[in-house]
């Protein structure tokens, strides 16, 4: 146990260094697939508080199940669970148990790849079945025992549907079930490689039920079969049901092997329960419920079926009757531990002396996570490994807090926003003990004199599918722990359905200490690019997306410009919402059809996320090019948080935008803040900036020699760059030193000529404790209506001439218009604009 100890506290040491060589990777790097926020979060398992899948044993009175990174076993009616498996740096999921009851086998994840394991309960011992090094998910064995089916990403990347003989612990004649291959249809959310996830054996072992997507550009795909008899790669697999699923249908054939329960939304919101049959009978809901029923099982006898459900919030497992629809829930609330346990009670306390809620990350003597039993686990999307043991998990506290973990040494880190300084330290818990420990955060705010700021997240969405259903109280609670005074929940489609569509017109949460919850919208096109619809007044704009090749709606009209125009017409701001994850040159790209320049030059952007899901520096480049140009675009920020999930590209608030509106929380005091540029945006750095009298959004007229200028800077961070920057360039650098996370000076400064300038901070790479990129904050700008201006117009307009050249080409090579009227306004739309840079480039 000192041992652990000692180490533990000598990473933890390393873990809470300066970021100046952080380097940040994404999780599961090896998987080789778009937009992994998705596939990663729908799909894979992930580490929650409650359970996430089961499995039932042969007499079907117990069951096997997975929870907080172990494995589990409980006997159903009984509140006492026993924990089967307990590994270092590692997380256990997905359970299936053999036909025998003598073993399990299951996934392992130990923060650089998930393995299959075996459990054989007689003896305690535990076995890797692969060690690829890809990820290996959904072991399920054939009612003989002698067979196991699984996903793999290895040798490929992708997710393919493997086999293998299974001996006394080893895999033999490994091959793919279903033959790789790509679909000739072009996809958005999916690569161009076919996927075969979901596997489930027919009774007698002869077929495998799983979802394939060959040839299907939208959902992950269709329930299928394929012989698993004698494998043929020239065989076709038969096809029993097409509908658009998103990566969680796990279809389950009954033990009469006539029926499949699956998990859909089928032409609602959320995912429920439904049966079908084997040869593909209309689909009839088994459950109903405005929440998610996933990860079902049947029991052996095909009375009971087990399911994962988020009806409370957090994840949570019941055994249902399928006749008459009795429910039992599996709650472990006695729970036998592997290893001994402690006690840790979190006082969390402000500078005043007042509890506050707050981000916590609790790493164990184990080198796993931890959190209370009824909080929602969060992970990130990205992490150094040479930091950690695995991508970093955080709950919120809403103090005090109480959580058990094993004894022995625990590092923790406590975080409230940006105007608190980190709190971290290393702790002793000793054996079936308990401790309590009273955390006072230092306050660390800008000062008042550069405004009175209200911080919002202006890009959040409540619930999109994730292992947890949220609400409004919910959402709050979490901006409350991370210090955020302003919600915008985005609603938007997830596939075919819009999660969160019955709040938009909900009443506004009241402002003050408990937030404020703003209903908005994001308009997806997988054509143009996303916006985001602040305030609209009357109703969301539908159909909520546009150019969704090979659906009814796969005409890219409306254009971006027009569906401003729409939003306009109901008094919101419209706005750019993660612009750029790349560089954009217009000469090397495959094919462009990013509207913004359009949209900007014709008036119709209010605001761009400058700090989001993006390259901030990147971003700045094409914004700094823009504003050389005449056009005033305020700095707005979003994290594009989806609130839900439990891996989470967030929390909310990790990107937000600071609002100077002399104080006032109103809807309407936020939008004026917003469209005249009084902000600043940051995932971390607070700014301050007064130049000659004016601050962010002003207008100076008139300067005759130095003028006055006052900046200050407060982050919870170091920060290795503070620069001022005047159309593009660096006129003043700013010497940190210290901690780098409090400056303040005034001067004097003498202006080359007019245009812009605004404040920034940022960072070379990443920082541990900032769950993005790296480090950015930025001012929008003051605008400078003097005499000269940038030298770069020209070449700065030129870049965007070639860029809508790009763009006209994309649109007039489109053939999905629905009519002549379309094709012919969306082109002189982007014509009009491509010639407004024309004019500045000469």
Known sequence: MRRAGCALFIASALLWAAGAAAQREPVLKQVELPHSYYWRELYLPQLTTGPSAAAFMPAGDELIYSMAGSLWRQRIGSDEAVELTHADAAYDYQPDVAADGGSVVFTRYDGRSMELWRLDFATGRERALTRNGGVNVEPRLSPDGRRIVWVSTAGTGHFNLMIADLGRGELANQRFLVAPRQSSIDRYYYSAHDHAINPSWSPDGNRVYYVGNAEVAWGSGDIRWVSAAAVDQSHEPGIVHREETAWAARPEVAPDGRRILYSSFHGRQRYQLWLTTVDGAAPLPLTFGDFDRRNARWSPGGARIAYISNERGNTALFVQEFIGGTRTEIAAKTRHYLRVPASLLLDIRDAEGQRVPARVMVLGSDRRWHAPADAWMHGDDGYDRALYPSEPHYFHCASPCELELPAGAASLSVQHGFRHLPWREVVDLAPNARREIRIELAGNPLPVAFGRHVSADLHVHMNYG???????????????????????????????????????????????????????????????????????????????????????????????????????????????????????????????????????????????????????????????????????????????????????????????????????????????????????????????????????????????????????????????????????????????????????????????????????????????????????????????????????????????????????????ANGDYNDERERRTTIEYLRWARDQYLERSR
Do not use: C
């Open 466 to 812: 994730g292992h947890y259903r949220n609400t409004p109280e919910r959402l709050l609670a979490q901006a409350r722990a991370e210090d955020l005074d302003v919600v915008y929940n985005l609603i938007v489609n997830k596939e075919e359905r819009i999660p969160d569509v019955a709040e938009f017109g909900a009443a506004t949460a009241p402002a003050g200490n408990a937030g404020m919850l703003l209903q908005a919208q994001e308009f997806h096109t997988s054509l143009w690019g996303h916006l985001g619809l602040l305030n609209l007044s009357d109703h969301l704009l539908l159909p909520d997306f546009t150019a969704y090749r090979h659906t009814a709606f796969a005409s890219p009209y409306p254009h971006n410009g027009a569906v401003a125009d729409l939003a306009h017409a109901q008094g919101a701001l419209v706005g750019y919402v993660h612009p750029l994850a790349a560089e954009i040159v217009p000469a090397r790209e495959r094919s462009l059809s990013y509207e913004l320049p359009a949209d900007v030059a014709h008036g119709k952007v209010d605001y761009l996320e400058v700090v989001g899901f993006s390259d901030h520096r990147l971003t700045a480049d094409v914004w700094y090019r823009l504003l050389n140009l005449g056009y005033r675009l305020p700095a707005g920020a979003g994290t594009d948080a989806m609130a839900n999930y439990a891996s989470l590209r967030g929390p909310v608030g990790v990107n937000r935008v600071f609002l100077d509106t002399d104080g006032e929380r109103t809807p309407a005091a936020l939008a004026a803040a917003l469209k005249g540029g009084r902000t600043f945006v940051s995932n971390g750095p607070l700014l301050g900036l007064e130049f000659a009298g004016q601050r962010p959004g002003g207008v100076l007229r008139d300067a005759r020699g130095p003028m006055p200028y006052r900046v200050a800077l407060r982050s919870p961070v170091a920060v290795d760059h503070l620069e001022i920057v005047h159309n593009g360039r660096i006129l003043k650098t700013f010497e940190l030193t210290g901690e780098r996370q409090s400056f303040d000076e005034s001067g004097e400064l003498t202006l080359p000529g007019g245009g812009w300038l605004l404040l920034r901070a940022w960072n070379d790479h990443a920082d541990p404790l900032v769950f993005d990129l790296f480090p950015y904050a930025t001012t929008s700008p003051i605008y400078l209506e003097l005499p000269g201006g940038p030298d770069s117009v020209a070449e700065d307009a030129a870049y965007f001439v070639a860029w809508m050249n790009r763009v006209i080409e994309a649109a007039t």
